[in-house]
């Protein structure tokens, strides 16, 4: 009894606590977004974009690689440690372990970023949006991104979120959410046109509500599964979020043998924004079977496999439909803004997880 109050006193706090800390990084990156690149020409720029400046100056702003950098190496390196199950031991056999191969992802990805703004850089300058008297704008950029998004991959370890562990997913998420608001306005203005039948919108509107529904039922699934089997919650939820990820780029370096090995390589490579997709989706249930495989499979019997079939196929169908929705209906209708399911996915968990009040940093939901 005595524990029950207990947890019910700090269950507000925590989520006082994890508001405080989410709404930190938003702050970060919105003041972040509007810090435009040392040694832009504002002027030139202003008269190009003609009045869209949000989402423009976002682009052009310290924060443009955001925590991107971080993400490509973490895939990844999420990709190596699944299809590599000795690796994943290595780093779960103790905390020291687990500090090398962070402090490994976290240099690679400075490393890169440094690579994507060198590109970036180059291209802003020859396209004449320079001052004259930015002799150093290559230098100064660089070191202005690669210092902004060590400080997202800062925020992202020290803010932690319930059922998550870092708010990784957070700062990731962030900017597709950010930019919608203008895209969606752009989409309605079309609309009051006439140039967008209302039926659109309801369709959208039924696949953000019927996925937002799938991922929370699935997510309850896989609580109420790593409840019973002792199974960390940010362990669970990793089955939810990375399988879209990891399926869609391994789709794409498949496709890159086959392209080779084929009689006929070029239309293959024409037909590639088919062919990922459906490999896509067969790779999902494969990837879902992996991440079950190193958690919750090797605890159990026969029995509770069989007992444990039902959630894992749900969380592959939930999935699956929502990524061949989105993908089905952005291509269909031609949308200005992309319908990618697994940001619907991210930005639901985040979502779920800043309502949570138990588990605080991911911990077993039996702890």
Do not use: C
């Not at 190496?73 to 299809?83: D, I, P, T, Y």
């Not at 780093?91 to 994507?116: E, Y």
């Not at 895209?183 to 369709?203: D, T």
């Amino acid at each position: 009894m005595s524990d029950t109050v207990i947890q019910s006193k700090e269950k507000p706090a925590i989520r006082r606590d994890t508001t405080l800390a989410a709404g930190l990084v938003l702050l970060v990156v919105a003041i972040g977004s509007h810090i435009p690149v040392p040694g832009l020409d504002l002027a030139v720029i202003s008269e190009q974009i003609d009045g869209q400046t949000s989402g423009v100056m976002a682009r052009l702003s310290i924060m443009a690689l955001g925590i991107l950098p971080l993400y490509t190496v973490l895939v990844h390196a999420e990709l190596v440690r699944v299809l590599i199950p000795p690796l994943a031991r290595w780093q779960a056999a103790s905390p020291r372990n687990a500090g090398r191969l962070d402090l490994i992802i976290i240099i690679l990805a400075l490393l890169l970023s440094v690579l994507q703004a060198w590109g970036i850089l180059v291209a802003l300058e020859q396209s004449q949006l320079v001052r004259h008297d930015s002799a150093a704008f290559v230098a100064v950029g660089i070191a202005s991104f690669v210092a902004s998004t060590a400080v997202l991959i800062w925020l992202a370890k020290m803010v932690q979120l319930p059922g998550l562990g870092s708010s990784f997913w957070l700062v990731l998420v962030l900017p597709y959410l950010a930019g919608l608001p203008e895209e969606i306005a752009l989409w309605f203005e079309m609309a009051g046109m006439g140039g967008v039948p209302a039926s659109e919108f309801l369709m959208i509107a039924a696949y953000v509500l019927l996925g937002i529904a799938g991922v929370v039922f699935a997510r309850s699934s896989l609580l109420r599964a790593a409840k019973e089997h002792r199974v960390e919650t940010s362990t669970a939820s990793a089955m939810l979020i990375w399988p879209v990820f990891l399926a869609s780029m391994a789709a794409g370096y498949l496709i890159i043998p086959i392209a080779l090995i084929s009689e006929d390589p070029e239309g293959l490579l024409a037909r590639i924004p088919y062919a990922v997709p459906v490999l896509t989706t067969v790779l999902i249930p494969l990837f879902v079977y992996a991440y079950a495989r190193s958690t919750f499979l090797k605890r159990l019997d026969e029995t509770q496999k069989q007992a444990l079939s039902p959630v894992l196929f749900a969380v592959a169908g939930v999935q699956i439909a929502i990524f061949v929705a989105g993908h089905l209906l952005w291509s269909t209708l031609m949308l200005k803004f992309s319908l990618a399911g697994s940001m619907l996915i991210v930005a639901t968990l985040v979502m779920l997880s800043l309502m949570r009040t138990d588990d605080p940093r991911g911990q077993s939901a039996t702890a």
